[in-house]
């Protein structure tokens, strides 16, 4: 004989609370006490209570045919000076656009908050967000790579946008520049090129996290030793060093940036994709006619506003124990900078 699943109601009487105070702590809602919360979470446990699935797509779904209130505000935690403006980078921009719009179809608004301004400090900061019932922060890249941001976080759900930030280690989103890198591999691979380069700017390199250099090494291994090119990733870049490298490795096909080494390039008078193909690790947001991938930036950001809110809706704060990273894939585009080289048969 089946017996009857427990119910919120059960677990109300014997923790001796309402079932509303049982409801907000099996969603760990930070209005009733930590200690009530665990008290009601273990009896819970002990009674075998599980969440009825059927009953919470119900309610998803009833959730899902109301017009979007309005939630809040939510933060998008900048550090922009005379040195760096995230507004001035394209990918950035397309990051809180894509946020942004998001977050207004689940009834939020995304304000920008800058550490970087003249005599702002982390909790006067966090004390304005505070008071203007701020309960999310979206983390912007950070000016530099390997960055620490000390921040009152435990008031806070947050993700951040990409792998410039070290420290602490939140949830996370960003662009799969792993997969990003392999895929241009591959298909350079299949046009028939054999000694395929890469070259990046050091701290393009240090940004991603080291990524698109993983993803190379992982791929040169697979091929023969006449095949496997030493990378260049000098930082700052040269023309003069760029151009030893080009001459000591001879690619016949070069993953780099879409800006930088495009330039030299044309500086040197080499012609692109005669004689050498070209594939970038990401394509201009505006566009442009480079063979490499479409990072699909503003999509990003879209991820990242959901991760954050789907949070917001579980009541989590601060910095987590088990912190979660969510990739986005690009898609490969052939572009006008790569030809076919593969060999005609007699």
């Known amino acids: 004989m089946q017996t009857k699943r427990p119910t919120q109601k059960a677990i109300a009487t014997v923790a ?44 998803a779904y009833r959730t899902s045919l109301r017009p979007s209130a309005f939630h809040g505000q939510l933060a998008w935690l900048s550090i922009s000076n005379t040195r760096f403006d995230w507004r001035k980078v394209p990918v950035y921009s397309a990051y809180m656009e894509g946020a942004a719009s998001r977050a207004e179809q689940l009834g939020y608004t995304l304000q920008d908050y800058n550490l970087g301004e003249r005599g702002m400090t982390l909790q006067r900061l966090a004390g304005i967000m505070q008071a ?58 299949q046009l028939g090129y054999e000694r395929i380069g890469l070259a990046l700017p050091g701290d393009l390199s240090a940004r991603v996290g080291e990524h698109y250099l993983a993803a190379y090494l992982v791929e040169q291994r697979a091929l023969s030793p006449n095949q496997q090119l030493q990378p260049h990733l000098d930082m700052p870049p040269t023309r003069a060093g760029f151009a030893r490298w080009l001459k000591q490795t001879r690619p016949d096909a070069l993953i780099t940036s879409n800006y930088i080494f495009p330039g030299y390039l044309a500086e040197m008078g080499v012609r692109v994709p005669d004689e050498l193909g070209v594939a970038v690790v990401f394509k201009r947001v505006a566009g442009d006619d480079f063979s490499g991938i479409d990072q699909r930036v503003q999509r990003t950001g879209e991820v990242a506003m959901d991760v954050l809110v789907s949070m917001i809706q579980r009541n989590e704060r601060g910095v987590p124990s088990s912190p979660l990273e969510t990739l986005v894939e690009g898609r490969w585009v052939t572009g006008t900078t790569v030809r076919s080289v593969a060999a005609q048969p007699d």
């Open 16 to 59: 001796g609370v309402h079932t509303s105070t049982v409801c907000l702590a099996l969603k760990n809602h930070p209005t009733i006490p930590e200690e009530t919360r665990n008290r009601i979470r273990k009896i819970a446990e002990e009674l075998g209570y599980r969440p009825d699935p059927m009953l919470a797509s119900l309610a």
């Open 132 to 189: 203007r019932g701020v309960t999310g922060v979206l983390v912007c890249p950070m000016p530099e790579a390997h960055m620490e941001l000390e921040f009152p976080w435990q008031h806070f759900a947050a993700v951040s946008l990409g792998f410039t930030l070290d420290r602490p280690a939140l949830n996370l989103v960003a662009a799969n520049h792993y997969q990003s890198l392999r895929l241009i591999f591959r298909n350079l691979l």
